[in-house]
Structures are given as C-alpha cells and as structure tokens.
C-alpha cells in the first residue's frame, strides 16, 4: 500500500486530476484504514504541549491531505488567473480546473446536471441563497416554514430574517429527549400547508441521522419544497440527491477534507432558473446596459464577481480523495467509531452524561458529553494540555440547548483520519479532567 508523501509528486498528481472529471486518484483502491490515512494529512504529525495532536473537531472543521493542500498550492504557482475571462493559456486551465471541479461535485452527489451545482463559500451561503432569491419570491404574508429543533444557527436564523420581512410563521419539529424527531408532530404541521420545510441531514450536535427519504415523501406529499442542510451529510455519509428527492442540498467544502471557503448548493434546474439573483455584478451578466441587465445562465447567474477558484479547485480534490475512499467505507469506519465511544465513554469515565441517539444507526461521528461539575470550556482547556482538541460551546445551537435544558456541551467528533486510540486518549484526559477538578 503506498502513501503519497512526496510533495512535487502530490503537486503534479493534483494538477493532472484538476481537469479530468473520470481521473482516477493514486489511492483509489486503498481500503480505508485510518492509521495508514493518517500520513495524507500533515497537521496530524504536530505536536500539541509535548503531545501528539489528537484532533477530535471534525464536525468543526475538517483536516486537509496534502493532495488538496497541493492542488490549492499548485493553482496558485502554476495557473493563477481568472476564470471564464482571459482568452490566454493560463486563464483556459484555470477555467477548465474551476468548472471539472463543478463536475466533480456534480458526480459526487449524483446530480442530473453540473450546471444545477452553484459554488458558494460554504453551507451558510447557500442557504442564504435561497432564503434571499427563492423566499423573497416566494413567501409571503401568513405562508408557513417548517424547521427542526435541531437546526445549526446557519439553517434557522436566514429563516426568521425571512419570515420577519415577509410576515410568516416559523413551526418547528421537536424532538424526543435522546435527539429523535417527532415525526408524529411533523405530520400534524403539514397540515398547514407549509412552502419550505428546511431541516439537517444529520445533527452536528446530537450526530442524530434523520429519515430524509421519508420526511421529503411526506413534505412534498403536503404540497412543500425541501431544503436540506448537507453540511453534516456529505463528508460521513453517500449521498444522491436524485434518491433523496429533495430540492434544494446545501453543504461546506471544508467540513469534507476541502479548502475553508469553499461550498455548494445543489437546486433542480427549475428553481434555479426561476430564482432571481442573489448578488450583483461581473460574471453573473450576459449584458449589461445603462439601465437595465441581462443575467447569465444557472450557475453562473449566482456567481457574481471573482469566485474562489483555487478553494473550489481544492473542493474538487477533497471529492476525488472521498471517491477514492468509497463513501460506504468512511460511514462504515465511523459507526464503528461511534459504537466504540458509546462503549468505551461510559465505561472508563465514570459519571459521563451522553447526549443523542444510542443506536450507532442513526447517528453520525459526533459524541456530545458532560462532566457533571465541570464546564465544557474547562474541560476542553484541560484536554487541549494533552493536545486533545474537542469543541465546548453550544456548537450554533442554541435552541437545542435550551431544549434540552443544558447551557454548553463538550463535542468529539470523527472524520476518516479518526481511530480508536484518539477515543482511547480522550478517555484519560476525561479521566485527568476529574483528578483536576476532584470531581
């Protein structure tokens, strides 16, 4: 098995993938095995106080492998310029690598139509999108939006902007005390007609995996579109938006092992050719007049001025890594994952509160805890002596948080680098945590 670990050799792989939307990546038959994956990734060989870094805030941001760290690099080097501009070979690669990028995300949700893929700089942008371009349209006085209890700040505070302006209701799906939806309550909200039920594929919080399929089938059954928060889904989980049914599927490009800034939103051909533009400007124009404006075609009617071509470039990288990987095999790595921690938490750090699902099944790679008597953020200031890094906070949920009575959490969660020694290492510095405090 071999590991790319030269990095002219990565740079020059990552240039050739960055145009060929079928390019096979080198480690596309490598099983996935976390500590052989654990190479790819050059912040992982840091030390943190003297400890090896045991990085446990996946759900926060992803590490990067070097072949995406390469790919951003190499644009920057070797084809730095604009796009869909210059007539001039640099800016012809920069061009093709920006729009085989677009392919490449296209195939990686199975969208029918690359052109339906809008690159925006993460999830909370693409859900902004729609809330501004679809919703202005499209709520009005008294119409209903249909949200979750569960939903990261990014997903409902577009929403209450909405309904604000436009005089509508917000209702809410609440949830059972270990993170399941009512789906019984979900049912009874659909009689009111909603326009847009928006809600997250999986919890970044509880880890909680919602029935997507089903609650899209029973929303459209009611006469609403879906929108679906990705941010969560797409780097744990296959995903196909065609079986999936939804309309519109927002995620972030560095939650899934791509640059920061980068991201997408996925909407059928329809809306996005009804929708009016979000941003105004260069490259969103077909032309342009004193006192009036014709807008590109979908998608580049919502790409207004210089995108960010070298993190969209990267995006597409991080997709060819997680193809190479077979998303079956990265979900199958963190349910094991998961049923580990479910095991090894409550055993070896007594008095442990545990939050969410305990059917590894419907959860994804987020473990949210407490220490009775201890603050999450000391207990993450505790762990970081040991280069433990967790997330303590109320992880933009604050709703749920109050919802189930609690006014921080500490969050561990997983992504394909993660292994059980990192669960094992947040076990003793759990356990240190309590000697410290003498709790």
């Not at 059972?176 to 979900?186: C, E, K, N, P, S």
């Not at 998608?299 to 077979?326: N, R, S």
């Amino acid at each position: 098995m071999t590991v790319t670990t030269n990095r002219a050799e990565a740079a020059g792989a990552a240039r050739a993938s960055a145009t060929d939307v079928s390019a096979a990546p080198a480690y596309a038959a490598r099983a996935l095995d976390p500590r052989v994956l654990r190479a790819d990734f050059p912040i992982l060989r840091r030390e943190i106080n003297g400890h090896p870094l045991v990085y446990l805030d996946s759900a926060s941001t992803s590490q990067k492998p070097d072949v995406v760290i390469d790919a951003v690099a190499d644009y920057y080097r070797e084809y730095n310029a604009n796009v869909h501009r210059g007539i001039y070979t640099i800016g012809e690669e920069a061009t093709a690598a920006y729009e085989a990028a677009r392919a490449k995300v296209a195939a990686f949700i199975n969208a029918p139509d690359h052109h339906e893929i809008v690159f925006t700089r993460n999830a909370t942008e693409a859900i902004n999108l729609v809330s501004y371009s679809w919703g202005r349209s499209n709520i009005g006085r008294g119409d209903t939006i249909v949200l979750t209890e569960m939903e990261h700040h990014a997903n409902l505070v577009p929403w209450q902007l909405l309904v604000q302006e436009k005089d509508g209701d917000l209702e809410f799906i609440p949830i059972t005390d270990d993170g399941i939806l009512r789906l019984d309550v979900f049912e009874v909200l659909l009689g009111l007609k909603p326009k847009l039920v928006a809600f997250t594929q999986v919890s970044n919080t509880l880890g909680t995996i919602n029935p997507v399929r089903q609650m899209v089938e029973m929303a459209h059954a009611a006469g609403a579109l879906v929108l679906i928060d990705g941010a969560q889904g797409v780097p744990h989980l296959p995903v196909d938006v065609q079986e999936l049914g939804c309309d519109f599927y927002a995620f972030s490009g560095h939650k899934m092992l791509g640059p920061m800034g980068s991201g997408a939103l996925w909407a059928r051909r329809e809306l996005l050719e009804s929708m009016p533009p979000f941003l105004a400007g260069g490259e969103m124009i077909r032309e342009v007049h004193l006192r009036r404006s014709d807008f590109n075609d979908i998608p580049w009617k919502f790409e207004a001025g210089t995108p960010a071509v070298g993190d969209a470039i990267g995006l597409g990288m991080a997709v060819d890594y997680l193809t190479g990987l077979g998303m079956d095999a990265v979900r199958a790595h963190e349910r094991e994952l998961v049923v580990y921690a479910l095991e090894t938490l409550p055993r070896d750090v007594p008095g442990i509160e545990l939050y969410g699902p305990l059917d590894p099944d419907l959860r994804g790679g987020v473990i949210p805890f407490n220490l009775p008597g201890i603050h999450p953020h000391d207990i993450a200031q505790v762990l970081d002596r040991f280069g433990i890094a967790v997330r303590a906070g109320h992880h933009c949920t604050m709703p749920l948080h109050e919802r189930l009575d609690l006014a921080a959490t500490a969050r561990a969660s997983f992504s394909v680098y993660s292994t059980t020694d990192d669960v094992d290492a947040l076990v003793r510095g759990l356990v240190e945590v309590q000697r410290v405090f003498g709790a």
